[in-house]
T-cell receptor, first 113, second 114 residues
C-alpha cells in the first residue's frame, strides 16, 4: 500500500512565486526522498533527507522533515515554467541492503508565465 | 553515457499474450526495481532484486515475473494472468547499503492491452 499522501493533489502558481508541497506518512522511516516526473517520463531524484535531519537545501529547493508529525514539505522558491511537473515523496526502509521506496500519490505543479 | 534504458517505449499486446519489458543499466548498481504507474497515481513496486540471481516480490507482484541472470539486466514479463496490465512501467536501479538510497529511473515503457 502507498504510505505517502501528498497535499495538494494539484497546484497552479505564477512564475516567480513559491510552491509548497506536503507529504505525510504512516510509519517510521530511515529517510525520505523527493522526486520529480515530467509528463510521460521517468522520475528524477531531487533531494534526500535523513530521519535525524530537520531541514535540507539544494539550490531553489528546501525540504523539511518532522518525524514527530510524520510529515515533510518541499518548497520550490522563485518558480519557473520549467518546474512544471509532478512531484512525489518516497519513504525508505533499509531492508537487508536493498532500499525499497514507497511512493506517495504526487502533487501536479503547474507554473504559468 | 551511464544510465538506464528501457525498451520498447510503447508496447501493444492482445489479451491473453505474455509480453516482456526490457531494462538494462550500466551504472554498476546491485539493486534493480520494477514499478507500475497508473494515470494520476504514484508508483507501486512490482518486484525488486538486490543481487544477481535473487529477487523479491513487491506490493503488486501477481501476474508478473522477473529474472536477474546478469547484474545489468532485469526483464519484466507481464503474463496473461495480470488482470489489468495497461499501465506505465518504470525500471530503476540503485546502489545498496545505508548510504546509497537514491534510485535512478529509466524512461519507462507504456503498455497497452488491446
Amino acid at each position: 500500500s502507498q504510505q505517502g499522501e501528498e497535499d495538494p493533489q494539484a497546484l497552479s502558481i505564477q512564475e516567480g512565486e513559491n510552491a509548497t508541497m506536503n507529504c505525510s506518512y504512516k510509519t517510521s522511516i530511515n529517510n525520505l526522498q523527493w522526486y520529480r516526473q515530467n509528463s510521460g517520463r521517468g522520475l528524477v531524484h531531487l533531494i534526500l533527507i535523513r530521519s535525524n535531519e530537520r531541514e535540507k537545501h539544494s539550490g531553489r529547493l528546501r525540504v523539511t522533515l518532522d518525524t514527530s508529525k510524520k510529515s515533510s514539505s518541499l518548497l520550490i522558491t522563485a518558480s519557473r515554467a520549467a518546474d512544471t511537473a509532478s512531484y512525489f515523496c518516497a519513504t525508505v526502509f533499509i531492508t537487508g541492503g536493498g532500499n525499497k521506496l514507497t511512493f506517495g500519490t504526487g502533487t501536479q505543479l503547474k507554473v504559468e508565465l | 553515457d551511464g544510465g538506464i534504458t528501457q525498451s520498447p517505449k510503447y508496447l501493444f499486446r492482445k489479451e491473453g499474450q505474455n509480453v516482456t519489458l526490457s531494462c538494462e543499466q550500466n551504472l554498476n548498481h546491485d539493486a534493480m526495481y520494477w514499478y507500475r504507474q497508473d494515470p494520476g497515481q504514484g508508483l507501486r513496486l512490482i518486484y525488486y532484486s538486490q543481487i544477481v540471481n535473487d529477487f523479491q516480490k513487491g506490493d503488486i507482484a501477481e501476474g508478473y515475473s522477473v529474472s536477474r541472470e546478469k547484474k545489468e539486466s532485469f526483464p519484466l514479463t507481464v503474463t496473461s494472468a495480470q488482470k489489468n496490465p495497461t499501465a506505465f512501467y518504470l525500471c530503476a536501479s540503485s546502489r545498496t547499503g545505508a548510504n546509497y538510497n537514491e534510485q535512478f529511473f529509466g524512461p519507462g515503457t507504456r503498455l497497452t492491452v488491446l
